[in-house]
């Protein structure tokens, strides 16, 4: 089975390296990262490796990137290969990179493109790792519509987890009089999404219940 990992190349002018912690202890970073989407990657590894893993059994690790066509992008995208190098050389495990390049426009046929390519991209057999803490507003909207599509029809895609990082709180730094942050959070939204799958099913029935019935079922999708 292919673990395969979507995450976006920031745009940001300033990326930094963060600790990302979470309440979630398999999500809590032990190293700094600019790109959240690697404490994922590290849990699966952990979780993966017992000591005992053959080089047979080594597990297949592709990660997808978006790319928008701005020289912060290009930048930043500099900053995720050398992460992918880092995590490969300290894990041993090899990472198919693929790129997917996205418009700057925010248009109806730009987020069909980027649909249409990250279904394509995406193996039919795989676990899916989604982090959403980079990219313009429209991009999560995209990638759940794609996971949604994704798991009604292809019954070997497993959407696994869904996350997003947040610096939150700063501090100046006088050495490069700009402020450095102090506290980044990583997030597990994959209720959330739990929560769409249900809302969609639900809208295929009716009756005097709706409400109750969805009510019901949400709470047994997001325990």
């Given amino acids: 089975m292919k673990y395969v990992f979507i995450t976006t190349v920031s745009h940001q002018p300033t990326l930094h390296a963060v600790l990302y912690e979470s309440n979630d202890p398999d999500l809590t970073g032990t190293t700094k990262t600019a790109y ?4 994922l990657m590290h849990a699966i590894v952990a979780k993966l490796h017992d000591g005992n893993t ?11 990137a978006i790319l928008y066509p701005s020289e912060r992008a ?8 050398t992460a992918v190098d880092e995590f490969s050389f300290a894990t041993r495990v090899n990472v198919q990179f693929t790129l997917i390049h996205q418009g700057l426009e925010e248009t109806s046929r730009e987020h069909l493109n980027l649909f249409l390519a990250l279904v394509k991209a995406i193996p039919e057999r795989c676990n899916l790792y989604v982090d959403i803490t980079y990219g313009t507003k429209p991009t ?4 759940f519509a794609v996971l949604l599509y994704l ?6 895609c497993a959407v696994r987890r869904i996350v997003y990082g947040q610096i939150e709180s700063w501090q100046p730094d006088a050495a490069t009089q700009s402020n450095i942050p102090t506290k980044a959070t990583l997030y597990d939204i994959s209720k959330l999404f739990s929560i769409v799958s249900v809302a969609e099913k639900m809208a295929q029935f009716g009756g005097e219940n709706l409400d109750e019935a969805m009510l019901e079922l949400v709470i047994a999708a997001t325990q």
């Fill in 36 to 39: 959240p989407i690697f404490n």
């Fill in 54 to 64: 053959t080089d047979e059994e080594k597990p297949v690790f592709e990660l997808i």
């Fill in 74 to 81: 290009r930048q930043n995208l500099a900053l995720l290969e």
């Fill in 140 to 143: 999560p909207v995209t990638l």
């Fill in 151 to 156: 798991k009604n029809l292809r019954s070997l």
